[in-house]
């Protein structure tokens, strides 16, 4: 059984900072790749920031230079830091990662149920 559970959502105003956690648990064998989606109302998901397990990052262009990704491979754990927020970061903030579990035959592929991001104007 695998989990995937976010932490470090809130409300914070523009220009504020937030770092957000998901850690993963379960029989997991390896695991391939984190990242963090999020959704706004009447919005589609969109991938915010991604993280192999070799450290290789991947950044939409709407955060680059203020977010960042990092993962602690030993606690399988994925972070975003979030600076210089802005409104139209205002979202849901989902964790998503491919892993391989101890009795899976292939790669899968997870979701947290995610957690609020609010920023005040």
């Known amino acids: 059984q695998v989990q995937l559970v976010e932490s470090g959502g809130g409300l914070v105003q523009a220009g504020g900072s937030l770092r957000l956690s998901c850690a993963a648990s379960?029989?997991?064998?390896?695991?391939?790749?984190m990242g963090w989606y999020r959704q706004a109302p009447g919005k589609q998901r969109e991938l915010v920031a991604s993280?192999?397990?070799?450290?290789?990052?991947n950044y939409a262009d709407s955060v680059k230079g203020r977010f960042t990704i990092s993962r602690d491979n030993a606690k399988n754990t994925v972070y975003l830091q979030m600076n210089s927020l802005k409104p139209e970061d205002t979202a849901v903030y989902y964790c998503?990662?491919?892993?391989?579990?101890?009795?899976?035959?292939?790669?899968?592929?997870?979701w947290g149920r995610g957690t609020q991001v609010t920023v005040s104007s």
């Open positions: 998503n990662a491919d892993l391989v579990g101890y009795y899976s035959p292939r790669v899968g592929n997870y």
């Open positions: 379960g029989s997991i064998s390896s695991i391939n790749a």
């Open positions: 993280i192999t397990s070799r450290g290789s990052t």
